[in-house]
């Protein structure tokens, strides 16, 4: 069964950066679109970020287009997050996951019902 083991959470003040990375056991882990997703205090999961198996085709939420940037190293077995100009808003869980079905990305990554195999998270924390 894949593992996913998400790292490189911390607090960090707004504005500045992070790189999160998740890694994945397993040879299956260059076949599958990956995401990132989060969760804050009182609200529920949503989606962040998402690249296809080939990292060809990447998603992002509208409110972290042009400041986060997912990549993945299939050499690795690795996704990664980077994270720059963050926001107090930022702050929650982050989740790394990968969906369901070798191959996929279409225009539905962003709905996390399609995702099978999540990670156990890491904190992102951003002060004012």
């Known amino acids: 069964q894949v593992q996913l083991v998400e790292s490189g959470g911390g607090l960090v003040q707004a504005g500045g950066s992070l790189r999160l990375s998740c890694a994945a056991s397993?040879?299956?882990?260059?076949?599958?679109?990956m995401g990132w997703f989060r969760q804050a205090p009182g609200k529920e999961r949503e989606f962040v970020a998402a690249?296809?198996?080939?990292?060809?085709?990447?998603g992002y939420a509208d409110s972290v287009k042009g400041r986060f940037t997912i990549s993945r190293d299939n050499a690795k077995n690795t996704v990664y997050l980077q994270m720059n100009v963050l926001e107090p808003e930022d702050t929650a869980v982050y989740y790394c996951?990968?969906?369901?079905?070798?191959?996929?990305?279409?225009?539905?990554?962003?709905?996390?019902?399609?995702?099978?195999?999540w990670g156990q998270g890491t904190q992102v924390t951003v002060s004012s």
């Open positions: 996951s990968r969906r369901a079905g070798q191959f996929s990305f279409g225009s539905s990554y962003g709905n996390q019902e399609e995702y099978d195999t």
């Open positions: 397993g040879r299956t882990f260059p076949l599958y679109t």
């Open positions: 690249v296809s198996w080939s990292g060809t085709n990447t």
